[in-house]
């Protein structure tokens, strides 16, 4: 894992998840893995999903907004982008290496 992406999960709850759900072959590692799933993607979404309201209104009232907040909400929209497309690029990336 990258310096970036050990930025973005600063408290290693998804290694933790990792270790839990892979425990080899046994039933409590398939059912640590069928339990911890919807867990993982909880946590993965729940900041974007906050974000996302607190933004909303913000949106609605480009028009009214000054100079300021239209770069703040330009860059928050940015930032989320990035979070997004960093660990997403690094799964593609890793995926194609396993494949080889």
Known sequence: MDDFVRSIFPFSIYSEIN?????????????????????????????????????????????ESNFLAKASITLTIWLILISFYFPLHKFIIVFKENLK
Do not use: H, M, R
């Not at 080899?24 to 059912?31: N, T």
């Not at 979404?45 to 906050?50: D, E, K, Q, S």
């Open 19 to 63: 270790n839990l759900a892979f425990k080899g072959k046994s039933v409590l590692g398939c059912l640590g893995a069928i339990l911890i799933f919807p867990l993982t993607i909880i946590l993965t979404l729940a900041p974007f999903i906050l974000e996302f309201i607190l933004l909303k209104d913000l949106i609605k009232n480009w028009q």
